[in-house]
């Protein structure tokens, strides 16, 4: 059973843009996949369905079998802590720590009041602190996200979704704005990590031969079709 699977997907925007085209992908567990592609080959858009935040206008995603139409209160949120997704923006919580930015990974699909978020469970804590320090963030874990590079925002990022315990990491772009040597590095500790957790990956990457040196599998789109999907080692420079 694939953990992770897409049939024939098509995603038109409210504009009318058509982003997809029944597109097919499936992830076997502990699979890493890459998706290549230039800039508006469809690669976010298949992201966000994968991570459940558009719906499909066309097809279906399924986890371990299970479609997510359909899904409704406990169950939506159950399916949607076992993703963990990682997106260019970051969605960081600026003025706040690192250590409360890697905590919402472990509290956000939790129905806490506000009022009582002060009381965080020693074992959030535990699991919050040590994916930060897989990371190489223990040093910085009372900083500021505002007050960290970029590099190290993107470390912060990663460390939530990980901190989630997920079973599924999706990262679009998670290296876009780093320079080629910081790039390859966050892309290797991401590597690392779902390796050593067995977690079944989705990276959307334009660097290509990162992308052959990490990935699995190679996912080639262009214009909201994919175009190829190969085992990492097949894919030739004439993709
Ligand atoms: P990629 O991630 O490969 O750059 P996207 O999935 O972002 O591609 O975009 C696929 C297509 O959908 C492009 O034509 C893009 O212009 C269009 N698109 C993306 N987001 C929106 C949106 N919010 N509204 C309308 N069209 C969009
Ligand atoms: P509601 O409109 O009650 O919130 P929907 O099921 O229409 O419920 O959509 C809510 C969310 O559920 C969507 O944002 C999307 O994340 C997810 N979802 C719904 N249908 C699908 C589907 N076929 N594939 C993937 N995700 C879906």
Redesign the pocket.
């Known amino acids: 059973l694939p953990r992770l699977e897409a049939d024939g997907l098509s995603f038109s925007y409210p504009d009318g843009t058509a982003a997809l085209h029944e597109v097919s992908l499936r992830v076997a567990p502990g699979e890493i996949a890459a998706v290549l592609g230039r800039s508006g080959a469809g690669k976010s858009t298949l992201m966000r369905?994968l991570a459940?935040?558009?719906?499909?206008t066309r097809g279906?995603?399924r986890h371990d079998g299970q479609?997510?139409?359909?899904?409704?209160g406990r169950a939506?949120r159950a399916r949607a802590e076992r993703i963990g997704l990682v997106f260019q923006e970051f969605q960081l919580v600026e003025r706040a720590t690192v250590l409360s930015n890697v905590l919402i990974g472990r509290l956000v699909y939790q129905p806490l009041l506000p009022s009582l978020l002060h009381l965080v469970r020693r074992a959030d804590r535990e699991i919050a602190v040590a994916a930060a320090a897989r990371l190489g963030l223990g040093e910085l874990l009372r900083k500021r996200v505002d007050a960290l590079s970029g590099g190290q925002r993107q470390r912060v990022a990663i460390a939530r979704a990980m901190a989630q315990q997920p079973d599924v990491l999706l990262a679009d772009e998670p290296v876009a704005n780093l320079d080629p040597v910081l790039a390859a590095g966050v892309v290797g500790d991401i590597v690392e990590l779902v390796r050593a957790e067995s977690l079944t990956a989705v990276l959307n990457l334009h660097d290509v031969a990162l992308a052959r040196r990490t990935a699995d599998r190679l996912v080639g789109m262009r214009a909201g079709r994919v175009l190829f999907d190969l085992p990492a080692a097949d894919v030739t420079d004439d993709h």
Do not use: D, F, T, W
Not at 52 to 56: D, S, V
């Open positions: 369905c459940g935040l558009h719906p499909p279906e995603v479609p997510y139409a359909g899904l409704r939506r």
